[in-house]
């Protein structure tokens, strides 16, 4: 797999809710020295992902999202890429036009239905990505029938992409290394194991009502969703894999995730996060990494 150390490192080329770009230096200090193939099943961003390639640490990955308008965008970065960043180009220049956005790439986007995520759709790749750098805080959120509905975020002149980092996104995502799945999370660690590594990102638990966004799918991610979760991390355990989350410090992650707190296979992170039980709706909070092995000789 390309990526090594003196390449400039690799960027996720959407901003994802719940991005871990603030969190990658502590999530990495958490990882194994080793380990065979690389899952991360909540992909989103994938700011992970891109960091341990940049750091030439993956040999070979699975990544996965349920979310269908995402992986089709990877598999467009993947093997269409001329031709998306062409689209691309042509949707910069509406880049700070609102009535373009609501009246043209809203709707063109809500109108191309996709059945699998795997389509290759090359318009629906670069209308995401359009919509992602141009509206409200690069959300994805669609309604009851499954349209996109995040309004305009009044930025100036954002750029859609960086030529040069999307290229490396497309070969670090090369078929002879990485197979890229539109599937349930636990679809995808079915293929894990023993000595393979699995990085668990899920939608988070809130630490209250209405702290945290969870609607990224039109299924949310319920307390229901975490118990599960929390089974599905257990049993890679017992089979041998190597197992990591991020979460919220929430009581239910907390009380889920007791044993392996309790042994110390965890840290606390601070991340700067949109909380609307704060005043001004920003404010610093622990986050937990966790994880089932023993800590790596340098931490
Ligand atoms: C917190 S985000 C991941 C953020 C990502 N690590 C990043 O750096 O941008 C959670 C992701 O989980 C996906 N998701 C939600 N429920 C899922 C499920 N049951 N199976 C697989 N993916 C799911 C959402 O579509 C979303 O992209």
Same mark, same amino acid.
């Given at each position: 797999? &390309?990526?090594?150390?003196?390449?400039?490192?690799?960027?996720?080329?959407?901003?994802?809710?719940?991005?871990?770009?603030?969190?990658?230096?502590?999530?990495? #200090?958490?990882?194994?020295?080793?380990?065979?193939?690389?899952?991360?099943?909540?992909? #989103?961003? $994938?700011?992970?992902?891109?960091?341990?390639?940049?750091?030439?640490?993956?040999?070979?990955?699975?990544?996965?999202?349920?979310?269908?308008?995402?992986?089709?965008?990877?598999?467009?970065?993947? +093997?269409?890429?001329?031709?998306?960043?062409?689209?691309?180009?042509?949707?910069? %220049?509406?880049?700070?036009?609102?009535?373009?956005?609501?009246?043209?790439?809203?709707?063109?986007?809500?109108?191309?239905?996709?059945?699998?995520?795997?389509?290759?759709?090359?318009?629906?790749?670069?209308?995401? /990505?359009? !919509?992602? %750098?141009?509206?409200?805080? $690069?959300?994805?959120?669609?309604?009851?029938?499954?349209?996109?509905?995040?309004?305009?975020?009044?930025? +100036?002149?954002?750029?859609?992409? @960086?030529?040069?980092?999307?290229?490396?996104?497309?070969?670090?995502?090369?078929?002879?290394?990485?197979?890229?799945?539109?599937? @349930?999370?636990?679809?995808?660690?079915?293929?894990?194991?023993?000595?393979?590594?699995?990085?668990? @990102?899920?939608?988070?638990?809130?630490?209250?009502?209405?702290?945290?966004?969870?609607?990224?799918?039109? +299924?949310?991610?319920?307390?229901? @969703?975490?118990?599960?979760?929390?089974?599905?991390?257990?049993?890679?355990?017992?089979?041998?894999? %190597?197992?990591?989350?991020?979460?919220?410090?929430?009581? !239910?992650?907390?009380?889920?995730?007791?044993?392996?707190?309790?042994?110390?296979?965890?840290?606390?992170?601070?991340?700067?996060?949109? /909380?609307?039980?704060?005043? +001004?709706?920003?404010?610093?909070? &622990?986050?937990?990494?966790?994880?089932?092995?023993?800590?790596?000789?340098?931490?």
């Amino acid at each position: 797999m &390309p990526g090594n150390s003196s390449s400039p490192p690799i960027y996720p080329f959407l901003k994802w809710a719940g991005g871990k770009s603030q969190l990658l230096d502590n999530i990495v #200090g958490c990882m194994p020295e080793d380990f065979g193939t690389y899952f991360e099943p909540f992909l #989103g961003g $994938g700011a992970l992902f891109f960091r341990l390639v940049s750091m030439g640490k993956v040999r070979r990955a699975i990544l996965s999202d349920l979310n269908r308008d995402l992986i089709n965008c990877y598999v467009v970065v993947r +093997d269409e890429l001329d031709a998306l960043i062409s689209r691309l180009e042509y949707y910069q %220049k509406y880049v700070g036009a609102k009535d373009f956005f609501y009246e043209v790439a809203r709707p063109s986007f809500n109108k191309i239905r996709l059945k699998n995520g795997l389509e290759k759709n090359v318009e629906k790749a670069a209308l995401l /990505i359009y !919509l992602n %750098k141009t509206c409200f805080n $690069g959300l994805y959120r669609v309604n009851s029938k499954g349209e996109f509905n995040v309004p305009w975020g009044r930025y +100036d002149s954002p750029s859609l992409f @960086d030529e040069a980092n999307l290229r490396a996104v497309s070969r670090a995502l090369d078929q002879r290394w990485v197979e890229i799945m539109c599937c @349930d999370y636990r679809e995808a660690v079915k293929l894990a194991r023993a000595g393979d590594l699995v990085y668990f @990102d899920p939608p988070y638990q809130p630490l209250s009502r209405t702290s945290s966004f969870t609607q990224y799918t039109p +299924d949310s991610f319920s307390e229901e @969703d975490q118990r599960a979760l929390a089974e599905a991390f257990r049993d890679l355990d017992g089979r041998g894999c %190597k197992v990591v989350m991020s979460n919220s410090s929430s009581p !239910l992650v907390e009380g889920l995730y007791r044993d392996y707190i309790s042994r110390g296979q965890f840290r606390v992170a601070m991340a700067a996060r949109a /909380i609307s039980c704060l005043g +001004d709706g920003r404010g610093r909070i &622990p986050e937990y990494i966790i994880f089932n092995y023993p800590m790596p000789r340098n931490q």
